[in-house]
């Protein structure tokens, strides 16, 4: 610690708070160099690949080497202090050091979900001001490929800013690369003593390429000499990265410095990069992960989520390794190669807490409990859910079948904004009761606020309302990159001197809290955030559409489905086979395939109000079949489009 000084958050609207402004190590140091001293061989990831029963462990000694020639490498090819690197990679270890590297040279990592479309990681990649991209070759989920590094090279093509694209090879097929690419190599099988990623001469395979590409070169007149220089642009690159060290001088950085960048859904089309900083989240990841999960030394963590949200930030890379945990890192489907799948590992691997989301959790209900009762479960200790609401049936499944009746399950509610678990039940309390399908209560340092519709704190219990936190936590989110206005209007503005998190909750008589969904347009598909606006947006782009209206409808395996409701431009008349095909590849064009609609209804009007609003509520209630619910139609422009839509939906229904 060198020095503190006093930080006041304007974010808070006037309300101030003190934040100890320290200088510290960058966060490499506090997850891996601190366990290398004391622990250089414990296990810090297991990389529990597609494949079943193919695991890759990575001790902390090889996770430090590792991040520290890649932090070299980075910094060799120009990455600065305070530069942007979009990380776009499945989970796997180089992931995990491609985001401590970053860390380790004081450069922000943005980490895109591998299942973005390339204009949904362009559009992140620009709003970053990225100039440096990693990337595989090849992504493998459920024993597919998925081109990664093509999607990668769609996307750099409308964003300037990029110079520099890095990329692994996940498989053994090789892909084209262009000068700005850089070849890395990681060694597959795991030996002794050997160095886990080799960043290297492009493989056999890629020279064989680009002397292949030479034909086609040449027939545009210039291709020996492009082939030369491309020849030269990659030797280059790899004799230099050959030389790379072992040794990477770490950043020191301020305490409110940035450490990363996290796009997330909100209620306009437009993502919002959500910036966490050095300290606090660091701080409030590890001791969520402790407490929460009543984590101990030695025991292996398995969170299933994707790194490229933030539970997979959290709680697969920071939270563990800050630590000197082990962690799993996921990279399969729970049903691959059979809904078994889960079980399996924590059998294999001895997991002794799991942490996944009610989706799964539903689906795996579904197959029937042979799949669990198949495999050891022994080893568990703690089950965690996230994402979404889990409904009485999931708990109690993931309760008595999975946990044998003995694994307390924590259902915890946090969000991207607030960097760490928030509200939550805590084993390491033994005498706290916990009630199915509740959050239950506040972490240390959390205050949460119930609303009234006036703004008003609910005192009493027993009461349902607007969550909000009363006092700022050391993971809570800084701002919105480049848009510190955004982020003052969507979480201070609404209740001023409160962080508002966008969901309602209910605290019970005994004062728990139960997260009741968002109040506002995001939906949770699959515990996955989107925005229905981001949706309509893509749905509006549609040759044959003229407007539209997107709302989550209750889905009993998603939590969350899309609808859409659609009217086509006059004189239109597309069959509904063919628009909910066009609609879909717009979406996973556009956005990604989990976002595309599960039921699309082709309506002559939207129900609106004299203004020209739509009235989604109106539609949600509908689709519900709560008409009775309807509420106030005395503002609508025209009722009998509220007719016209029941009409329909009984239909389809
Ligand atoms: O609506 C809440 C829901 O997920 C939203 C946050 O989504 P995201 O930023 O993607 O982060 C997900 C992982 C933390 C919240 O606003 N949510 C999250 N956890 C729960 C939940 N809803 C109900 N119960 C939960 N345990």
């Not at 492009?202 to 027939?219: C, G, H, I, V």
């Not at 800050?322 to 962690?327: E, K, L, P």
Request: glycine share 8%.
């Amino acid at each position: 610690m060198h020095h503190a000084d006093v930080m006041m958050n304007e974010a808070n609207n006037g309300r101030f708070y003190c934040v100890y402004r320290v200088s510290l190590w960058a966060h490499a140091v506090n997850c891996l160099d601190r366990h290398v001293h004391t622990c250089p061989e414990r296990v810090a990831l297991i990389w529990e690949r597609d494949e079943p029963g193919s695991e890759f462990k990575v001790t902390y000694r090889q996770l430090l080497e590792m991040t520290c020639r890649l932090g070299n490498l980075l910094r060799r090819h120009g990455v600065k202090r305070g530069d942007c690197v979009t990380i776009y990679m499945p989970s796997c270890p180089l992931a995990v050091a491609s985001m401590l590297a970053c860390a380790r040279i004081g450069a922000a990592h943005n980490v895109v979900f591998a299942g973005f479309s390339a204009e949904a990681l362009a559009e992140r990649i620009r709003d970053a001001q990225s100039s440096t991209v990693i990337t595989v070759n090849q992504g493998v989920r459920g024993g597919k490929l998925t081109e990664l590094k093509k999607t990668v090279d769609t996307a750099v093509q409308s964003c300037p800013t990029v110079q520099q694209v890095f990329v692994a090879m996940r498989t053994e097929n090789p892909v084209a690369m262009t000068a700005k690419d850089v070849a890395m190599e990681e060694v597959r099988e795991q030996k002794e003593n050997q160095t886990l990623i080799k960043i290297l001469m492009p493989t056999a395979e890629d020279r064989k390429l680009y002397f292949n590409k030479r034909k086609q070169l040449s027939l545009f007149g210039c291709g020996f000499i492009t082939m030369l220089w491309l020849l030269h642009v990659i030797s280059d690159n790899a004799q230099e990265m050959q030389k790379e060290d072992v040794v990477c001088e770490p950043a020191a950085m301020d305490s409110e410095d940035v450490l990363f960048l996290l796009y997330t859904s909100g209620s306009t089309g437009k993502p919002k990069g959500l910036v966490h900083t050095q300290a606090g989240y660091l701080l409030y990841a590890a001791l969520t992960h402790r407490y929460v999960f009543s984590y101990h030394d030695g025991d292996v963590f398995g969170c299933v989520a994707d790194i490229g949200w933030i539970t997979g930030h959290s709680y697969s890379v920071y939270g563990p390794l800050a630590n000197g945990g082990t962690s799993v890192l996921f990279e399969s489907t729970p049903i691959y190669p059979d809904p078994g799948r889960y079980w399996e590992m924590v059998q294999r691997l001895k997991i002794n807490q799991f942490y996944g989301a009610p989706t799964a959790i539903r689906l795996l209900l579904k197959y029937g409990n042979q799949w669990v009762h198949k495999y050891d479960r022994s080893t568990l200790k703690t089950l965690g859910s996230v994402g979404e609401p889990i409904n009485t049936e999931a708990w109690e499944w993931y309760h008595t079948v999975v946990g044998d009746g003995r694994c307390p399950v924590v259902d915890t509610w946090w969000q991207t904004e607030t960097g760490g678990i928030c509200i939550t039940p805590r084993p390491s309390n033994p005498d706290a009761e916990i009630v199915p399908g509740m959050a239950m209560r506040p972490f240390f340092g959390i205050k949460p606020a119930l609303m009234d519709t006036e703004g008003e704190v609910l005192t009493s219990n027993h009461t349902s309302g607007a969550l909000c936190i009363a006092q700022p936590w050391p993971g809570m989110a800084r701002t919105i990159h480049n848009n510190h206005q955004r982020f003052i209007e969507t979480y201070c503005q609404p209740y001023p001197g409160y962080f508002f998190t966008g969901d309602g909750a209910y605290r019970s008589k005994e004062g728990y809290y139960q997260i009741t969904g968002r109040l506002d347009d995001v939906i949770n598909v699959s515990g996955h955030r989107i925005g229905t606006a981001e949706i309509e947006d893509v749905v509006n782009q549609c040759s044959q559409v003229a407007e539209s209206a997107v709302i989550g409808y209750s889905h009993n395996i998603k939590g969350e489905g899309v609808y859409a409701f659609v009217v086509l431009k006059k004189g239109m008349d597309v069959e509904e086979m063919d628009l909910s095909r066009q609609l879909n590849d717009l979406v996973s064009k556009k956005i990604a395939k989990y976002a595309c609609p599960d039921c699309i209804q082709v309506n002559s009007r939207l129900p609106k109000t004299r203004s020209g609003k739509i009235m989604r509520r109106v539609l949600r209630k509908v689709v519900e079949q709560d008409l009775n619910g309807l509420g106030d139609l005395s503002t609508l422009d025209d009722p009998a489009a509220v007719q016209e839509i029941i009409e329909v939906i009984v239909n389809i229904i």
